[in-house]
């Protein structure tokens, strides 16, 4: 891990105000022109922004190379291109866990598709805000070679208990944080349209729509501690590790959309998912130092593809024969 940093941020600040310029441009096209109104999102509707947000990615991707190889030489260009293409195909693997525990928890409060995508829109704005926070904090500690070594070994840890135990049992009423929130801001019973909050007696009281972003935030902070280290063990550059996981959350909305009522059918990704997870701990305690401090990003890049698309040809050739219903405060009551 001793390699220079070819992008620090004292030199490219403005590449990372430009490029969060552009994001918060695409975000207020999105909720300004698109979804002003809420709606239910169809799958052709989701379909059509999901290919919109993989296609930026790539035009990105093309475009990052081209002034790489004016700023640092075509060799360490495409270095960096494979380093955004890996980095960007892991956080969008691993946002297939977030998209399961979206349907779990959009159950569980009741939460009508009308409002999904608000919900998403909001808790995708903030999981920005906390990915931007974790970067700048990975970029400072992944100097320590202590600390490549703490994560790398979470990592793998991480990725066993993942083989181990893959099925998600949600209940955001039993979760200390959802609990934390309940002592302090009373919730309505009822949606309250798609208000967050509402003046009652005297104070504000949070509705479900709240109470369900709080949960949707909390849980991407817990799985940005896997994504984030994951990138880095790839590449030390902040700047590839900055835009490549923007860009994965970016579609993650339309993604969910898409994926929604077929997430239970990619049965087996959790297996891939958990696999890439070892690789890439692997790489930071391991191979990345067998390597003279980087382990080539072709190989790590065909390995993750590998891991990644075999686990869902393969839920899809072998699929779940039973699925548990999702649990709603209605069984409950029941």
Known sequence: MNNPILFPFEQYWWFYAAFTLFVLAML?????????????????????WTIV????????????????????????????????????????????????????VFSYF?????????????????????RALFIAAGAALFQYHIVVWIFGILLIVTGVKMMIKPEKHVEPDKNPMVRLFRRFIPVTDELQGERMLVYRHGRYWATPLLLCLFFVEFTDVIFALDSVP????????????????????????????????????????HYGLSLVLVFVGLKMVWLNPAFDGKFPIGISLAIIATLIGGSAGLSLLFPKKETEPLVTRQDEAA
């Open 28 to 48: 207020a096209l999105d909720l300004g022109l698109f979804h002003r109104k809420s709606h239910k999102i169809t799958l052709r509707e989701s379909t059509i």
């Open 53 to 104: 947000w993989i296609a930026l990615a790539g035009i990105f991707n093309a475009g990052l190379y081209f002034w790489a190889s004016s700023q640092v030489g075509p060799e360490a260009a495409r270095t960096v291109s494979l380093e955004f293409l890996a980095g960007y195909l892991i956080e969008k693997a691993l946002s297939v866990d977030n998209i399961f525990v979206f349907v779990v």
């Open 110 to 130: 009741n939460i009508p598709g009308l409002y999904h995508h608000r919900v998403l829109f909001y808790g995708i704005l903030g999981a920005l805000v906390f």
């Open 230 to 269: 994951a990138i880095f063990a790839l590449t030390r550059e902040p700047l590839i590790v900055f835009t490549s996981n923007i860009f994965a959350i970016l579609g993650l909305r339309s993604l969910y959309f898409v994926l929604a009522g077929a997430v239970e059918k990619f049965h087996l990704i």
